[in-house]
């Protein structure tokens, strides 16, 4: 792991103040995560990272659901890695979230099925542990979910990055751009372009990506758009790592609140969203789940006749 940002390296002008505090909470975090990140590589077999892309994945445990291989690792671990590819010269990733309604979409979208086998998957929500459950009779090591992931991953980047972020509407888009930057001062918030740009405005917006030297691309578009656009368009010119991240932007930039400390705890952040906006989500949770269980049942089904 790299060194963490050095606290004289900050300008000692009051405006910066905020920013040598939260360096200095930041540090704590990062020799704490740092040591836990060691034990975790030790756990699993692991001397080094081997990141050069959706390669460097291979080092680390996946489980296959539904045919698509996901990552199975602690949180300490999976932060790490995407620390290291979004610091390493050359590198390229793709990394899109697996939950219950990603999973539905997948089994009936070939084009999007085909592009995950692509990308760095990681597990998202109760649903994904239920699947493992049942199928390979354990969850998954960790509910690695982009609307907690991505804030701790600012906040274990210890080397300022440059980070881009594409979608959601103009207002929130700028809201999440501020609070990202109040969360961790110490890397430089990139907004590209919201999400309702024209056909036209894309080469403008890949030029300004190519120029703009990204680190990590935050992508919020929503499943399964955002995950097509990324494949068809985003390179290793643009970017060293991409994550689809969905409705994040909305989520940090306070245009729609969380569910409760507790409804998060007991895995039922789903209802709290549902009960939020049920004119938008009713589809997706009510007819959704449903669906899933019954993929579940199938794949259990499957794996049970070849064991």
Do not use: C
């Amino acid at each position: 792991m790299r060194a963490a940002y050095r606290i004289t390296d900050v300008a000692g002008s009051e405006e910066q103040d905020g920013v040598r505090t939260a360096l200095l909470i930041h540090k704590v975090r990062q020799d704490l995560a740092e040591q836990a990140l060691k034990m975790e590589i030790m756990d699993h077999g692991m001397d080094r990272f081997e990141a050069d892309g959706t390669a460097g994945a291979q080092s680390l445990p996946r489980r296959t659901l539904f045919g698509q291989p996901v990552l199975d690792v602690p949180w300490m671990t999976a932060l790490g890695f995407l620390d290291h590819l979004a610091g390493k010269v050359g590198a390229h990733a793709k990394v899109a979230f697996l939950n219950a309604n990603n999973a539905n979409v997948m089994l009936r979208d070939g084009e999007f099925r085909a592009l995950l086998k692509d990308q760095l998957v990681l597990p998202d929500g109760v649903g994904l542990d239920l699947a493992a459950l049942l199928i390979d009779g354990r969850p998954f090591a960790a509910n690695l979910n982009g609307t907690d992931l991505v804030p701790a991953l600012l906040t274990f980047m210890s080397t300022p990055r440059r980070i881009g972020l594409i979608g959601g509407r103009p207002g929130v888009l700028a809201g999440a751009v501020a609070n990202f930057r109040q969360h961790a001062p110490w890397h430089e918030f990139l907004p590209m372009a919201d999400g309702f740009f024209d056909d036209e405005e894309l080469p403008i917006i890949l030029e300004r990506l190519e120029e703009a030297r990204i680190d990590l691309l935050l992508v919020g578009m929503g499943t399964p758009f955002q995950e097509k656009w990324v494949a068809r368009h985003i390179t290793q010119r643009h970017a060293r790592l991409v994550l689809t991240v969905g409705a994040l932007f909305d989520f940090v930039s306070g245009t729609v609140p969380r569910a409760p400390a507790w409804m998060r705890a007991i895995r039922f952040e789903w209802l709290y969203r549902l009960l939020l906006e049920p004119s938008r989500l009713w589809r997706r949770y009510l007819i959704g789940i449903p669906q899933f269980i019954l993929h579940v049942l199938k794949a259990r089904r499957q794996a049970r006749r070849k064991a």
